[in-house]
Every structure is written in C-alpha cells, then in structure tokens.
C-alpha cells in the first residue's frame, strides 16, 4: 500500500548493514521507535532461532533461558526479558570495568556458571554507548565468547551506533559487524 516507503525503507536498512559491516549489507531489519523496543526484537529473534517451537508450544515447551547484559546496560534488557516471559531473574548483570565497559572473562565466568545450573544461554547485549558513562563494551571479546558458546549476541547501538558513520570514532564499533542482530 506504500511502495514508495517501502522502497526507501529496504534501501535505508541495506545501507545500514552495509555500515555495520555485514557482507553486502545481508541480512535483514526492521524500523522500531527507539532502543528499548529493539532491544526486544533481538531478544524475540534469538529465542526463535535457538527454540522456534516456542512459537506454537510457548515458554512451557523449552528450557529455562537466561540472558546477559553488563551492569551498566540499559533497564530495557531486563523489561524485554520481563514481556517475553523469560523473567527478570533471568537476566545477568556481568561485571564491568571502572570505564563502565563489560568485562569479557566474567561474562565467560557466568556463562559456564549458568550452563553448569542447567540453564540455556541464548542471549548477550553488549552495549555501544552506555547510558551514564557512554562506555563502548569490547565487541571482538564478546563476540568470540558468543560464537565459543552459540550465542546469540546483540549490539545496543541506540546511544552510540551513530558513530558508525564518524570516518574519527567508528572504530568504538569494533566488533559490531560480528554481532547477529543490532
């Protein structure tokens, strides 16, 4: 009904992947009103891709997910843990350094911690740009450990993604062509 909009929604959203660095802007992506909600999205999408019979059997039919976030990240993590029906408790806070940046060895720490409970990580946001100290985590680190453990990794880029196109600062994004969804 608006294939004008349509049209420069899919060339906006290709130009930004092409900018976070995914191969010929692959991939996929949506618009959302702000962080929080796509915060969520990506939290939808990594339970769909490691368990898609949630769709049709819901939460009941898998295991009990958990989720990582550094404790500087943004409140809206654990709200779309919150609305997923994953729980709050589900959430863990990973350490971080006195930069407000999330330390790689504790989230590895909490991951082994987490499966050896019998939980099933599913999910990392790392943060570029934190709210109160505008700390951009080590997305090469917490790429490597998502990948070591089949994680699905997110990059909230709400606050700091804009620096992908600064020619001066992008390297803060470091990493972020590594991450699933951001």
Partial sequence: IA?????LEYVTLKKMREMIGWPGGNGDGIFSPGGAISNLYAMLIARFKMFPEVKEKGMSAIPRLVAFTSEQSHFSVKKGAAALGIGTDSVFLIKCDERGKMIPSDLERRIIEAKQKGFV????????GTTVYGAFDPLVAISDICRKYKIWMHVDAAWGGGLLMSKKHRWKLNGADKANSV
């Fill in 3 to 7: 294939p004008v909009f349509v049209l």
């Fill in 121 to 128: 990580p599913f999910f990392v946001s790392a943060t570029a």
